[in-house]
């Protein structure tokens, strides 16, 4: 059966379709990432959003296991792939990508000139969208309500690793892999959701905070902005992960703007403020920090279009980046911002 991509400016594409045959519209993005679309496609910074995929090889490694997903399902509204392998072959392979789209009720369609569809996106920025097959739908702006809010945990959770040290992490949209990497460093992990408010509720005693990414614009989400000020009067060591970089800056005065198509793959190089060196990082955000906030200094800039890419306070323990110092998928660069953050507390 064929599908039909339309972009709001009319555009129409038909292509093949391989998951559900369920319609879909979101804002539609591209990532330029060569692997790891398990990870991606599990990552909650999708939600809304259609994704395309620009390697054109999608499908080859298939699915694994639920545990080495970023969450417990799909977050795109739709995935756009040239060309899409229904043969998987890997070790880890539990099931074919078309497979879990049906069973997840998520459409993929493969259109071949995938090109063509990034390039209008680099040239007019992101648009909205609709995947259709039979019955048309209205599209759906994902910017206009708050993501964060449907992809969050509804209560707290403790992991308790035998620490001495506590981390609050307030869950915008986590990824998975940000609390294995706190975990691995063998502090306690306290997941909380992103509207939850650790000094009214008399949360026992906690040693830092992080931020982590999440959906959709930082301004929605104006709980957690109210809170990390809080936590800033406190002086509680902080660590903002994507979303959280614009929420830290948000929260100190400073300002966010929506780029123009956004920063999604795995090569993304920054370049650390006052050194030459430049790190290659995993990105996925619509949003960057505009203005530094009084007190903070630039950390790390993007060395493609000089956008923020992190922030630091001159003098206390507040920082943010807005690259996935996790990874997965992508390269392990910027894993020592983790214990450059611990060692802080």
């Not at 097959?133 to 209205?138: A, Q």
């Not at 104006?222 to 948000?250: D, F, S």
């Not at 795995?266 to 990082?281: A, V």
């Not at 920090?289 to 903070?296: E, H, L, N």
Request: overall charge neutral; hydrophobic content about 35%.
């Amino acid at each position: 059966m064929t599908g039909k991509l339309i972009l709001e400016d009319k555009t129409e594409i038909s292509g093949i379709s391989f998951g559900a045959k369920t319609p879909s519209a979101g804002e539609v993005v591209f990532a330029t990432g060569m692997m790891g679309y398990p990870e991606s496609l599990t990552d909650p910074s999708y939600k809304g959003q259609i994704l395309i995929l620009t390697y054109p090889l999608i499908g080859n490694y298939g699915v694994p296991d639920k545990k080495f997903w970023e969450s417990n399902k799909i977050m795109v509204s739709g995935l756009i792939v040239s060309t899409y392998n229904n043969t998987p072959s890997h070790f880890q392979s539990k099931k074919t990508l078309a497979q879990w789209f049906k069973d997840e009720n998520v459409p993929l369609l493969e259109i071949k000139d995938t090109r063509f569809l990034t390039q209008k996106i680099r040239e007019k920025g992101t648009m909205l969208g609709k995947i259709i097959f039979e019955n048309d739908i209205p599209y759906y702006d994902p910017n206009i309500v708050n993501l964060v809010d449907e992809v969050s945990i509804k209560k707290p959770n403790l992991i308790n690793n035998s620490g001495s040290k506590t981390v609050l992490l307030f869950d915008c949209g986590a990824k998975q892999n940000i609390e294995r990497s706190l975990l691995k460093r063998g502090v306690n992990v306290l997941t909380v959701p992103w509207d939850f408010d650790p000094f009214e509720k008399n949360v026992e005693k906690f040693d830092a905070i992080v931020i982590s990414n999440g959906p959709g614009d930082p301004k929605m989400v104006t709980v957690t902005i109210q809170t990390v000020k809080k936590a800033m009067e406190k002086e509680i060591p902080i660590l903002g992960i994507c979303l959280g970089n614009q929420i830290l800056a948000l929260a100190a005065g400073g300002d966010t703007k929506k780029l123009k198509y956004g920063h999604r793959s795995q090569n993304q190089p920054c370049i650390m403020e006052g050194s030459k060196r430049c790190f290659i990082t995993t990105q996925n955000h619509g949003f960057a920090v505009s203005k530094i906030p009084d007190g903070f200094k630039p950390w790390f800039t993007n060395a493609n279009d000089f956008t923020n890419e992190g922030i630091i306070h001159k003098t206390l323990p507040f920082m943010s980046v807005q690259f996935h110092p996790e990874a997965t998928p992508g390269p392990q660069d910027a894993d020592w911002i983790f214990d450059y953050f611990l060692e802080r507390i």
